[in-house]
């Protein structure tokens, strides 16, 4: 290959990167990336701020001291039968008797108790689940309105811990080590989920 033939070479790759470089100016703006605009939500703050998450609170407590009412009128009359068992005659049929009825009341107990239990484990799950869907529909709603790029969840520092996994994990799922208060929407978020639950609430009669 000759001086010449280098000369074209180097003069064609020139040539061409002037063409790029004068295109890619020319290229409309919607081509190019837009602002990247980035929040931070820090989700358990707006659980406790949640009103409707206070109210379900309040009747979550309410079914639970109904259960609770029901198991100790349930125990009082198992102790009731019971001492009323004790003041009767050894092998008579009356007591034969309360002694049955006894033993199945306790099983009935038994049962009422794991069906107590397992209905507000499933009240206490459908409501949280029900509240954190309010909350990501919120935020996905407000981050659409305001043209966000992202927004990303944080939580508040809590370490204290007795075992070390247990710190570790804690360490592990933290995903913002720090954010301006600018881009926290948290505040905005409370209010908007709250003005919403306000204007859809059941009016008490």
């Known amino acids: 290959m000759n001086k010449t033939s280098i000369k074209y070479q180097i003069l064609t790759i020139l040539l061409c990167s002037i063409v790029s470089i004068v295109a890619f100016k020319s290229m409309p703006q919607v081509?190019?990336?837009e602002e990247l605009r980035v929040g931070i939500v820090d989700i358990n703050e707006i659980f406790d701020k949640y009103d409707k998450r206070n109210d379900l609170d309040q009747q979550l407590k309410k079914a639970e001291a109904e259960f609770k009412k029901e198991i100790e009128s349930?125990?009082?009359?198992?102790?009731?039968?019971?001492?009323?068992?004790?003041?009767?005659?050894?092998?008579s049929e009356n007591r034969s008797q309360n002694m049955e009825i006894l033993e199945r009341k306790n099983v009935e107990l038994e049962g009422y108790a794991k069906f107590a239990e397992k209905q507000l484990t499933k009240k206490y799950k459908d409501a949280f689940e029900t509240i954190y869907e309010e909350i990501i529909k919120e935020v996905n709603s407000f981050g659409k309105e305001k043209n966000y790029s992202v927004i990303i969840k944080k939580e508040k520092p809590n370490l204290q811990s007795n075992e070390l996994s247990d710190l570790q994990f804690k360490i592990g799922i933290r995903t913002v080590l720090y954010n301006s208060s600018a881009i926290d929407i948290t505040p905005n978020i409370t209010e908007r989920i709250n003005t919403r639950y306000q204007k859809e609430k059941p009016q008490e009669k």
């Open 31 to 33: 081509v190019m990336a």
């Open 74 to 91: 349930k125990k009082k009359a198992m102790i009731d039968l019971n001492e009323e068992t004790q003041l009767l005659d050894l092998g």
